[in-house]
């Protein structure tokens, strides 16, 4: 059953973090950040950082694995909304 349990968790967080990958492929390629909130994307990256700090603690690999790689995602697209942020809709 523990097998079972871990499958689960290693399903959820591939799902999870690979959600993020074609946002941040699109910010990356288009540098068009004006669909995306700031104070969504802002919280949202608090609320990982802290998942992988809990991670952290209690050891859990699926957990730590899934929020660092969401971590590196959701800032990237956190930082390119800064940097393209008044810059027009799209920059060429």
Do not use: C, H
Request: proline share 2%; hydrophobic share 55%; net charge positive.
């Amino acid at each position: 059953m523990e097998d079972i349990v871990s499958i689960f968790g290693y399903l959820a967080a591939i799902l999870t973090t690979l959600s993020f990958l074609p946002q941040a492929i699109k910010t990356i390629r288009e540098k068009n950040t004006e669909g995306i909130s700031f104070i969504m994307y802002g919280m949202f990256t608090a609320g990982v950082l802290l998942w992988l700090i809990y991670g952290l603690f209690i050891k859990d690999i699926p957990i730590i694995v899934a929020n660092l790689i969401t971590l590196i995602l959701a800032l990237t697209i956190l930082f390119l909304k800064m940097k393209y942020s008044g810059r027009g809709t799209k920059i060429k």
